[in-house]
């Protein structure tokens, strides 16, 4: 039986995990395994995965908490994931806690869709020591207000997705966006109230974009 | 839908029509749209105890949700039926552009899909998430979407979930939806295991 499940491993971490799907999968089967057999995990798939030195697509897949994030980071060497954190009460959401804590090294991309963010409170976790670069970037129904902070740190350059839905009548300083974001490939404006061609001509030099949401 | 006097939400499909200024025509168009066939008029807004105004749209019905209903889910599969029944309608609608100037004026209109509202005192939302008791509003994950009847009285279930767009009277919100929009909005409510797109209406 544990041999099986060995096979299919090789044969999902051989095929491609483009897709969410498959990615899923894989995230699904170790975690089925590691529950299983915790110490056959450790001895023998942690260090066959280890040592493939696969470059993950990321974010590789969504988890929605730190410890989920911890524990996937563990199961899977290397890769790193998107948070997402729009289930939190405002009393459990705590900036200055998220940006000290050093599992956000297994982060790449967060969402944020539904809290309250002040833009101190996001440029506190944009400094954080441990979080790297991100790829995706969820600030939907924040009333952040301004996008400074995220214009502001180096950590944003590499962003393929930006969510500014339901922000209207905020400082998105969208003429700044080519500069900073040369790699975005989605943004999502939607319920942001710009008006379609005034915003078509302050993205004009985003190169990669391959969908604007304006509805 | 014209002169409705029960409160609706809508997903329509289809190009925008100007009405202020049309007046007694509007009746005139309604009915050749009537006799169009594969499309309807909508008109947003209450059009019982109010004037017509603002845009219409001439189309197809993704999903229509009394407010008696409770929250009511869609698919991105009806959508793309209703956009197949629409072009299928386009000999209809250029037949009709040839007996109506207003139609004419409009053709080059890029059809959309739209959230919309009418009867009295109209209210719709669309949210991504998942049924939630009405009772337990206090305690939901994200955002708590209700519905309420013409009594002024809540379903007992509302959706637990974000929020793609609202509408109240006549207002018509643009919805711009595919696979790749419904994984992130996956992503924003993550905690749920089966979220769907629904329309909540309201009347308010």
Redesign the interface.
């Known amino acids: 039986m544990m041999d099986q499940s060995f096979g299919e491993l090789r044969s999902q971490l051989h095929g491609s995990l483009e897709t969410?799907k498959k990615r899923e999968a894989l995230l699904v089967l170790l975690l089925e395994h590691y529950e299983q057999a915790p110490d056959m995990f450790m001895s023998r798939w942690h260090p066959y995965i280890s040592g493939l030195r696969i470059e993950w697509p990321e974010p590789f897949a969504?988890?929605?908490s730190l410890e989920q994030v911890e524990h996937a980071g563990m199961l899977i060497p290397g890769a790193r994931f998107?948070l997402?954190l729009?289930?939190l009460n405002e009393a459990d959401f705590k900036p200055e806690t998220l940006s000290r804590d050093e599992r956000l090294r297994h982060v790449c991309?967060l969402?944020f869709?539904?809290l309250m963010l002040t833009p101190l409170g996001l440029s506190t976790i944009l400094k954080s020591h441990h979080l790297g670069p991100l790829i995706e970037l969820?600030l939907?129904?924040t009333r952040i207000g301004t996008l400074r902070p995220v214009l502001d740190s180096p950590k944003t350059h590499a962003l393929k997705?930006l969510?500014l839905?339901?922000n209207a009548g905020g400082d998105l300083l969208l003429s700044e966006f080519p500069t900073h974001f040369p790699a975005l490939e989605?943004l999502?404006l939607?319920?942001c109230y710009i008006e379609k061609e005034y915003a078509k001509q302050q993205l004009d030099g985003l190169k990669n974009l391959k969908?604007l949401?304006?509805? | 839908m014209l002169h409705e006097d029960i409160t609706y939400g809508a997903i329509f499909y289809g190009i925008t029509i100007g009405i202020d200024d049309l007046g007694e025509e509007l009746e005139t168009l309604n009915t050749q749209v009537g006799q169009s066939k594969g499309l309807s008029l909508w008109v947003p807004g209450d059009t019982v105890y109010g004037d017509p105004y603002g845009d219409a749209i001439i189309g197809v019905m993704v999903r229509l949700v009394d407010s008696a209903d409770g929250p009511t889910s869609f698919t991105l599969a009806d959508i793309e039926r209703a956009q197949k029944s629409f072009e299928n309608a386009r000999p209809a609608l250029e037949k009709l552009a040839k007996e109506n100037d207003h139609v004419a004026a409009v053709m080059d209109n890029t059809p959309q899909t739209y959230l919309t509202c009418c009867g009295p005192l109209s209210y719709a939302s669309l949210a991504y998430g998942e049924l939630w008791d009405s009772a337990r509003k206090d305690e939901v994950?994200?955002?708590f979407h209700s519905c309420q009847d013409m009594d002024q009285e809540w379903h007992p279930q509302g959706v637990d979930g974000?929020?793609?767009?609202a509408v109240e009277y006549d207002d018509l919100?643009?919805?711009?939806l595919?696979e790749?929009?419904l994984?992130?909005l996956?992503?924003?409510?993550?905690?749920k295991q089966n979220p769907q797109l629904w329309i909540c209406v309201r009347y308010d």
């Open positions: 969410r969504t988890v929605t998107r997402s729009g289930h991309g969402v869709d539904g969820d939907g129904h997705v969510d839905q339901g989605v999502d939607g319920s969908h949401y304006m509805d | 994950e994200y955002t974000v929020t793609l767009g919100h643009s919805v711009d595919d790749a929009r994984e992130r996956g992503d924003k409510v993550a905690k």
